[in-house]
């Protein structure tokens, strides 16, 4: 059964499925090629007569790349879900009347409570539990970066104040006091009072419920979500009520999945379309899987080549360091910073040095410290990457089963209509064969 209607959107769909597994494979995969070829052009390349097939290189990689990214396009997306989600709970820019759909968000009226509480709790009882009363009184925070370093370039922002979201500040709460809970000793006669009434403020509090969201598709507070945002009509077909409903099996992926089947099974075209949105978070799971390895690969590289590099020409170079530092006792360690930094570059790119009897080992130092600049690119660019796909994935997601509820929907009400049109044509011909 096709998945489209014309061949147009059937290459689509296989273009799309290519290029969503072969795109992050090449993204993962072109870090260590820069650096291999980094050190094999500056070390082996002058000295070597041997020059390997291009074009099998190439076809190699084009292979590599695309069984590399097709296995993080299979890998689990409840992980960037539970980041990007734990995001826009937590850290993005505060919205009170948001409902979600992974959890509640705590009412005005519950958030005061539990803030007048905790202050009763801290007047009343003399405890070393290290919060930030600032943040708690007002929930304001000083800087222009809101969550988002993209703010910092907006001057008009910069004068703005900016504010927690609840659940933020309630998270706050709730680590401060488990922090001093892991720091007493239990028997210990004297903290033993400070456990328990550490233990009563979390439990009648119901802090832990605002602060440890479970964060699993298709959300435990989907219905609930739906009917805030005025889709009664689809909330429904939705089994469960709330995210207390866990260990109800008829939340799971399933569910989903039994859905999209019918969809398939009476409109193959609709379900073609699905299977677009259903790509484009393939994608971003598969991007969001090789650049969270690729960051902590580039970003240990970035440490251990440049270490490498900077110990390496002060071992070489001792007495340019020595005489610098001589000669510099009156300049700032800023411009002492920087005359050193000047002096390793000006030292790795001479010439001299290239033709000398240390030639191999001034070209390994060389290649180190290339390796480092292109390590800490990569680094800069996944940490932009990570912080584009936190920032929508979750959105994505329910953007998805909000649309498969929908198309659900219209076409359960299309084959309901069929149905009852050929029940009144058949009803129509028994009477007239009856008056025959």
């Given at each position: 059964m096709k998945n489209?209607?014309?061949t147009i959107d059937e290459i689509y769909e296989?273009?799309?499925?290519?290029?969503?597994s072969f795109i992050p494979g090449v993204y993962f995969c072109s870090y260590f090629i820069f650096t291999l070829y980094a050190f094999w052009f500056i070390c082996i390349y002058t000295y070597s007569s041997y020059r390997p097939n291009t074009k099998i290189l190439i076809f190699l990689f084009c292979v590599i790349s695309y069984v590399?990214?097709?296995?993080?396009?299979?890998?689990?997306?409840r992980e960037p879900d539970m980041e990007s989600a734990q995001y826009i709970y937590y850290d993005s820019a505060a919205v009170d009347d948001?409902?979600?759909?992974?959890?509640?968000?705590?009412?005005n009226e519950k958030y005061d409570k539990i803030i007048k509480l905790f202050n009763n709790f801290i007047e009343n009882y003399d405890m070393k539990i290290n919060y930030d009363a600032k943040l708690i009184c007002n929930r304001q925070y000083k800087g222009p970066f809101k969550g988002r370093i993209k703010n910092l370039f907006r001057k008009a922002e910069k004068k703005k104040k900016f504010y927690r979201s609840k659940p933020y500040v309630l998270k706050h709460i709730y680590l401060a006091l488990v922090n001093r809970l892991s720091e007493l000793?239990?028997?210990?006669?004297?903290?033993?009072?400070?456990?328990?009434?550490?233990?009563?403020f979390i439990r009648k509090s119901g802090i832990e419920k605002y602060s440890n969201i479970c964060v699993e598709y298709p959300y435990g507070n989907l219905k609930k979500y739906l009917k805030e945002?005025?889709?009664?009509?689809?909330?429904?077909?939705?089994?469960?009520?709330?995210?207390?409903?866990n260990k109800i099996t008829k939340r799971s992926k399933s569910f989903v999945w039994d859905k999209k089947l019918y969809i398939k099974h009476f409109s193959s075209s609709d379900y073609g379309h699905l299977q677009k949105i259903e790509a484009h978070i393939r994608f971003m799971n598969a991007m969001w899987h090789a650049n969270k390895r690729l960051l902590r690969i580039s970003g240990l590289s970035t440490f251990v080549f440049g270490l490498s590099s900077i110990f390496s020409y002060i071992i070489k170079k001792y007495s340019i360091i020595k005489?610098?530092?001589?000669?510099?006792?009156?300049?700032?360690?800023?411009?002492?910073?920087?005359?050193?930094?000047?002096s390793m570059i000006n030292y790795f790119l001479d010439k001299t040095f290239i033709q000398g009897k240390d030639e191999m080992q001034h070209r390994i130092m060389l290649a180190m410290l290339i390796?480092?600049?292109?390590s800490l690119f990569f680094f800069l660019f996944g940490v932009i990457i990570k912080n584009t796909i936190i920032n929508n994935y979750h959105y994505q997601r329910i953007r998805e089963i909000v649309s498969i509820l929908m198309v659900y929907e219209i076409i359960k009400k299309e084959q309901t209509v069929k149905k009852q049109n050929n029940e009144t044509l058949q009803k129509t011909k028994k009477r007239k064969k009856y008056k025959l």
């Open positions: 489209f209607k014309n296989f273009v799309d499925e290519l290029l969503g590399i990214g097709t296995m993080f396009r299979r890998s689990n997306s948001n409902d979600y759909a992974f959890a509640e968000l705590v009412t000793d239990e028997t210990s006669i004297d903290q033993i009072e400070e456990i328990n009434n550490i233990k009563l945002r005025g889709f009664t009509n689809l909330a429904q077909y939705v089994d469960w009520e709330n995210i207390d409903d005489k610098l530092n001589e000669s510099t006792l009156h300049i700032g360690a800023i411009k002492k910073t920087v005359q050193f930094f000047t390796s480092a600049i292109i």
